[in-house]
């Protein structure tokens, strides 16, 4: 099973990416923060990170460096959930490595297939 | 699994708990300014907030609030990103916004309009906020925009691709695929695109291995690899660039159409078919030098939020408050059968330093710690309702014309969340009483040699096991001459009465009291003091007043920290047990025949220092036996109620003062008027707890002057 690590700092939205990700039948971690997240990448071994940009503590961007940096998991696929209201984010969030952007709020389908597109799922 | 229900709950909590960070980060940034340091991480926390709300509300489509908040939220990236410093002024607005969008909030969840009509002007003073470059306009909701790559300008060209009648022709796409070194590095993989691709049609590839060079010269994270790539597909062209989305700056891509040959009647086949008619339609190339570190300003933020993450936070679960409800009532039960036990051990001669005995005390001390421990878990410090009383305090400053400053003080008491849902009523009705009639004009102010800035201040504290709420204002204070006239004339006292200070100002409390020499947006809608004070009282609270001429006014709220406990005075009426609350006794008295009248009406009254107070028989009141000749072998509680001064119940015997735990009646019986609820008492059985103010409005006696002495007869 495909193991995803859903790192969004909006209870709201976390809860969306659950319900979207386990009926897509994947695995799914979620974490709070950027940094929350990276302090679970090694138990939880994901397939896939998806993260929100703007969070508290640590954010997306911090992620993808983090990831990229590190050794273990620099090859890691990791997609961005963008808002609209940063044209530039896109542009930015490749920049620091990402491999992908969902725009929120995010369509289930294209989310879902965005996932498989960057991973062997 | 979750429902979209139950994830838009999620939302609206979500909601509550942003705005309240919000409010909290922009009253942190006002008094920063004032001492001019200003803490980005404030100023982050604020944006994210909005940032939150806005994600969320695009989610369910909640435009008018996706709009406000993206607006809000664009002024605030430029507080964030120093192009506008925060100055008072400006905070000032943002606190506006906050609250219109708790207003808007509360609107989305219950479908109703704003209350406030604040919006177009607020968006307008937001828009004036902005440096016009960093001005986005408003996205649209739950429909993504198409991607569009900010350098290329390019856009997927689907007209290029109508077909007319030939449309559900297969195309064929010519791809050559050149991932670049960067591709692989952020996480990609040529055989991904290959399967997307191929879910699409067929397709055959092909590599040009050519700039692969010797094993020892090779660089494993180095790309040496391009492809050319057939896609057959009815998918539009739009599908195949989807492939690449991601990818787009990570590989050189160039895609050509050209669609079958096939058998079509159509001409246009003709213009599509060869390759002279194949048109590049997208291509791009890799930028190698795309890939530096990010930019500086991302590295700091990182950094200062790893900093901040030291910052000490709880560790909190969330509870279904129905569980913990039950577990209050499960406490609640164990008290009472604790009690139950320790009785029959008593008589069973059992009680005192016997090993039971002294079991059954430890007993009693856990289980009362464990009931304080489990009611802690319903209590809530008092802040976020504090915060809405400022929200109230700037609408109504804002209303009344009045420039207001408000203090709080105690935001951590922690009282019972029913008490305080219950409180936001009536405190807001105080507050806005304090801004409206409280404080003076500003031109009175200054007469008065006051600041013309009014002063409001809310405060919570605990005493001796309650909560104690206090409402002050630094206004001209109760006008006593003219509030005993306005009674006079509402024929709420007789015109000769003779009031001290106190009594006067408790004719606020009556029904239908109203100041308002103009009816205001505030106060002008009906209610009055009394309103607060039945519903302090529901809550098993007491209000109360004080005033110095000049100096301003004081308003006292007292209430339980638990509605789920109550301490009750257990009397005798007729051989049933009953409980009244303490908090409604004023004082207890053995009535000599002498203070006795019998009154026309049939009645009885007792003269209790100077004054005549009605007597309320409980055993005739709840039909136990006719009302008693003799009162004067009873024992009579004097309580207060709204409606009438003061009651004095008949009840045979005081039994004792203690807690007893509420067990409510409604759900089983509805509404008995007069009983306020049961509750089960040590020997096991239960006892009604009586609600003295409606015991009282049932008798519907009004008080009437004694016509004879009875004392001889009785």
Redesign the interface.
Known sequence: MLTVLAID?????R??L??TL??AGFDVHLAVD??DGLDKLQSIQPHVIITDI??????G??VI?AV?AGSAF?????LVLT???A??L???A????????I?????DTKLVS?I?????H | ??STL??RN??F??CEELLESLDDGLNMLASAIEDDLVDPEVV??V??AV??I???A??FGLDVLVRFA?QF??VL?EVRSGRLAPAADIVAIFLRCADYLADLVNSARNSVEPKSAAGPDLLKRLAQLVTPSAA?PA????S??APVD??TGFQPLAIALDFGPGFDAPAEYRIRFAPSRQF??????A???F??LQDLGELTTQVDASLLPDLKDLDWAESYLTWDLTLTTQESLTAVQE?F??VE??CALEITAAQVEVDLPDPLTVDTSADAAAEIVAESEPKPE??????PS??T??RK??A??GNGQKGSVRVDLELVDRLINIVGELVINQAVLAQCAHDAGLGGQSEIGVGLDEFRNLARELQENVMAIRAQSVKPLFQRMARIVREASDLAGKSVTFDTEGESVEVDKTVIERLVDPLTHIIRNAVDHGLEAQEARLAAGKSEVGRVRLTAAHRSGRVLIEVSDDGGGINRAKVKQIAIRKGLIPEDSVLDDSAIDKLLFLPGFSTAEKVTDLSGRGVGMDVVRSAIQSLGGRVNISSTPGKGTTITISLPLTLAVLDGMVVDVAGQTMVVPITAIVETLRPSAADLHRVAAGGVVVAVREHFVPIVDLAETFGHRPATADYSKMVLLLVESGEQERWALAVDRIHDQRQVVIKGLESNYGHVPGVAAATILGDGKIALIIDPDETAQRMQRKPQAPIARVSEEV
């Open positions: 700092d909006s209870r709201t939205i809860e969306m659950r319900e386990v009926n950027g940094q703007n969070m508290p503590r640590l954010d961007f911090g460096e990229r620099s090859a890691l696929p990791i808002t609209e209201s044209p530039d896109k542009d930015r490749r920049k620091s490595g990402a491999t992908g952007w725009v929120k709020p995010f369509d965005a498989r597109r960057i991973t062997a | 699994m979750s139950d994830i999620t939302f909590q979500e982050n926390g944006f994210r940032h939150s806005k994600g969320g695009a989610a993206h939220e664009t990236d986005t996205p649209a909701v739950a993504p925009p900010t350098e692989y590095a952020v996480g990609n993989d055989v991904l695109i399967r997307a492939v989305e991601f700056g990570l795309e890939t530096p570190p990010p930019s991302g590295k933020e990182a939020g790893a901040a993450s």
